[in-house]
T-cell receptor
Framework: AQSVTQLDSQVPVFEEAPVELRCNYSSSVSVYLFWYVQYPNQGLQLLLKYLSGSTLVKGINGFEAEFNKSQTSFHLRKPSVHISDTAEYFCAVSRTGTASKLTFGTGTRLQVTL | GAGVSQSPSNKVTEKGKDVELRCDPISGHTALYWYRQSLGQGLEFLIYFQGNSAPDKSGLPSDRFSAERTGGSVSTLTIQRTQQEDSAVYLC??????????????FGPGTRLLVL
């Protein structure tokens, strides 16, 4: 079984400041890693994913994440946030090699203010 | 192309009634998933369908919940004798296998269910 931990339930940040949203996972098998964003009253939108290869992955809206196998982490970063980045962010994992359900973290609410 | 669509977007029902939620996956996607998002439980997997294989029902919380997928496309999630704890947003996702068996799930906007 897999599990995902997002330690920060809320992250307040000023506009144009950098931000890091933390994600750690636990799994006995190889996994794929994902970050999804959810804007109010909307579904989940894929931000980025790590399937294999380079451990630094770039996604939409200027976000990037780095897979660290030894620390079982997949933290999300953005060098300069915008008001429009205010949303809920979910880290998720799935088993590799086959169609597989996603296991989600509890989410981090990013609140960007002026 | 069109994304995953779900209907209705909102549903209010009385305790004890049955409800049906519908999901139209992205055309050509072979896998379809249902998840539930609630305040107390976060995002939980319910069930998934992969091609013609038997569905993985391991996440269904009780026998009041069932789902089917007709013709490998549209899916319906049915909740019988609804309870107040069933109130949640029900999300559907679909995926297609990329090279090497990799896959990414694309989500619909969800159905917000309120049981009074």
């Amino acid at each position: 079984a897999q599990s995902v931990t997002q330690l920060d339930s809320q992250v307040p940040v000023f506009e144009e400041a950098p931000v890091e949203l933390r994600c750690n996972y636990s799994s006995s098998v190889s996994v794929y890693l994902f970050w999804y964003v959810q804007y109010p009253n909307q579904g989940l939108q894929l931000l980025l994913k790590y399937l294999s290869g380079s451990t630094l992955v770039k996604g939409i809206n200027g976000f990037e994440a780095e897979f660290n196998k030894s620390q079982t982490s997949f933290h999300l970063r953005k060098p300069s946030v915008h008001i429009s980045d205010t949303a809920e962010y979910f880290c998720a994992v799935s088993r590799t090699g086959t169609a597989s359900k996603l296991t989600f973290g509890t989410g981090t609410r990013l609140q960007v203010t002026l | 192309g069109a994304g995953v669509s779900q209907s209705p977007s909102n549903k209010v029902t009385e305790k004890g009634k049955d409800v049906e939620l519908r999901c139209d996956p992205i055309s050509g996607h072979t896998a379809l998933y249902w998840y539930r998002q609630s305040l107390g439980q976060g995002l939980e997997f319910l069930i998934y369908f992969q091609g013609n294989s038997a569905p993985d029902k391991s996440g269904l919380p009780s026998d009041r919940f069932s789902a089917e997928r007709t013709g490998g496309s549209v899916s319906t999630l049915t909740i019988q004798r609804t309870q107040q704890e069933d109130s949640a947003v029900y999300l559907c996702a679909s995926s297609s296998r990329g090279a090497g068996g990799r896959e990414t799930q694309y989500f619909g906007p969800g159905t917000r269910l309120l049981v009074l």
